[in-house]
């Protein structure tokens, strides 16, 4: 167990208690313990096998939770939170994932209409049923049926970053099984998609029942739900499933292509491999009965005249014309990346100081950042005031006069506000070095105010790009996009110089792929950043390179993939 399972396991208690009513203290000790653990730099499996000792002293744990997470990190679970399961049905705490319900109006729900799942909501809702009950009305019913199209929607599909963590753990695993030779991820986890349905594996190997026991009694695998000869399907802890397939090495290539996807892709090179008089299937690339490619995934393509396409790529939005003409393009990597231009201290809801943060970014081998906290709007984040914001920028120049090797902006992260002005004023955000304007409040206002919202960030002469543009969440908990004519946006934005961020958060990836591909046609640098809110946050830049590449972006479209120097003519104060 990592920390993020074993976090995920405290605020999953802390929901279910604050369903069930619980002391207010005892649901916030849990949902502090989740972000504790969640951040900390170090594992909490290391710190105890260290010294048990050690958990207790980390603050906010105590031994109570310490003791918990020694259960967890011993048995893979908590007979508690199995125990809260049972009490609270699991359609009720599927009411958690709808957009703007939280655990106060899931319990009055479930306890004043007695609706158990979210079909029963729905008839509720329909009914005038949920409008009439305390502490509703219209409005709420209104959103609560949006919210619930919304996570009908987006089905039971689960974040890349939970989803990769998963796959890379069984993959490991399977690679150490004596026999077995090959192993790789396929499908959309290989393919690097935002969101995951389930996890495909596939493996070579002298017999396949080696390789199907490592899986079945894998401590992440709560159940085996089919068997056979060459494939085999589990169910992983926390509900997703996977395929494991065992393929033999003449085939692997052409099985790892197939099973690569995305099913649109397959279907253009079976029609190009048609075309040219051959046939393409999971087994190989066939002449007639004879096989003529298979081994690796490079000869198939070969097989059909083209490139090595990557699996980020294949989506049938023109990579199999890009390979033929020779023109796909040389995706952005990790370790392009030279910069952050988004992270959060203890000055509003970071978990790090300043200089930890810079510390931080430096073992990462970053040459420059940007410190971003929040502006005051965002009040439960206890948001920077001008004085406040003055005060903070005075601390970084101090600290940052003490390195060589990084520079550090001062910047901050403005809320466009609901009646589409900034939260700041011009003569403070004149001063700043770097300002990402965001829409964190109103998002579901209609689509005429969120636009005059983002022109008035657009057009403002200090904001150097646009953070989260669209303010929606993937995963578990939902959000729907605010509603926006994205092209106009992007076009305003590049008329004005401001550049557009991917978000690195798996549950964000703000803007998508198609909509970072769309800005850099436009000619807008693209910034990727991580949004860190603890040391441990810088983590997932690799989420928003992934998305990066899926929308075929190259290091030179990235502005903070540039040496500073070349970053630095790109920021508005020097152009
Ligand atoms: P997911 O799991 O919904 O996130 O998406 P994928 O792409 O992983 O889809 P999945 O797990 O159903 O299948 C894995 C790959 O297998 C898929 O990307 C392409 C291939 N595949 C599955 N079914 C078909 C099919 O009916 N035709 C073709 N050509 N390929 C298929
Ligand atoms: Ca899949
Ligand atoms: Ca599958």
């Given amino acids: 167990m990592n920390n993020t399972e074993i976090s995920r396991i405290f605020e999953e208690v802390g ?16 949902r502090m313990a989740a972000r504790t653990i969640g951040d900390h730099p170090e594992q909490m499996a290391d710190l105890f096998a260290a010294n048990p000792r050690q958990l207790e002293e980390i603050s906010g744990i105590g031994k109570d939770l310490a003791a918990k997470i020694k259960t967890i990190l011993e048995t893979s679970e908590l007979p508690q939170l199995t125990e809260l399961r049972l009490e609270v049905p699991a359609g009720v705490a599927d009411m958690l994932r709808i957009d703007g319900m939280g655990p106060k109006k899931t319990a009055a729900l479930w306890k004043e209409l007695g609706i158990l799942d979210l079909d029963m909501l729905k008839a509720a809702c329909e009914s005038g049923q949920v409008a009439g009950l305390k502490g509703f ?139 040219m008089g051959l046939k393409i299937n999971e087994y190989g690339v066939f002449r007639g009965e004879t096989s003529i490619a298979g081994r690796t995934e490079e000869e198939v393509y070969q097989a059909i005249g083209l490139p090595y396409i990557p699996p980020e790529l294949r989506e049938d939005r023109g990579e199999i014309q890009r390979a033929e003409k020779g023109t796909l393009p040389k995706l952005l990597e990790l370790a392009d990346m030279q910069g ?134 993937l995963g578990k908990r939902p959000r729907a996009p605010a509603a926006m004519d994205l092209k106009e946006v992007l076009k305003a934005a590049a008329d004005h110089g401001v550049m557009i961020e991917i978000n690195a958060h798996p549950s964000r990836l703000d803007i998508d792929d198609l909509g970072a591909a769309a800005a850099r046609d436009l000619g807008i640098p693209i910034v990727i950043s991580t949004d860190a809110h603890a040391t441990t946050g810088f983590d997932v830049m690799q989420f928003g390179v992934f998305q990066a590449r899926r929308a075929g972006l190259e290091a030179r479209h990235v502005a903070n993939a540039q040496e500073w120097t070349t970053f630095k003519s790109l920021l508005r104060s020097n152009r």
């Fill in 340 to 473: 952050d231009l988004h992270m959060h201290t203890t000055a509003t809801d970071g978990t790090a100081s300043i200089r930890e943060m810079i510390d931080a970014a430096r073992q990462r081998g970053l040459k420059y950042i940007a410190i971003t906290d929040h502006s005051k709007r965002v009040s439960m984040a206890n948001g920077l005031d001008a004085d406040r914001l003055r005060a903070h920028w005075k601390e970084i120049e101090v600290i940052r006069a003490e390195y060589t090797d990084i520079q550090v902006l001062r910047g901050i992260e403005c809320d466009i506000l609901e009646d589409a002005t900034m939260d700041l004023p011009d003569d403070v955000l004149a001063e700043a070095d770097w300002v990402i304007a965001v829409l964190h409040y109103g998002l579901k206002q209609p689509k005429d105010q969120i636009m005059a919202r983002l022109m008035t960030a657009i057009r403002n002469p200090h904001v150097s790009v646009l953070g989260h543009l669209t303010g929606r969440y």
């Fill in 15 to 30: 929901d279910l208690l604050e369903i069930q009513g619980a002391n207010s203290f005892r649901v916030r000790a849990y």
């Fill in 137 to 275: 009305g219209e409005k709420t019913a209104k959103k609560i049926l949006e919210g619930l199209a919304h996570v009908a929607e987006s089905g039971m599909r689960h974040d890349l970053a939970e989803a990769k963590f998963l796959s890379d753990s069984i993959v490991d695993a399977l690679q150490l099984v004596p026999g077995v030779h090959q192993v790789s991820a396929a499908g959309s986890v290989r393919r690097r998609k935002e969101t995951i349905g389930d996890l495909d594996v596939l493996v070579t190997a002298d017999d396949s029942t080696a390789a199907m026991d490592c899986l079945g009694t894998h401590p992440l695998v709560e159940k085996v739900l089919a068997r056979g000869e060459t494939k085999q399907r589990v169910r992983l802890r926390g509900g997703m499933e996977m395929d494991l397939r065992v393929v033999p090495a003449e085939s692997y290539g052409a099985a790892l292509q197939y099973f690569t996807g995305s099913k649109e892709h397959n279907i253009m090179t079976r029609r190009r491999a048609a075309e």
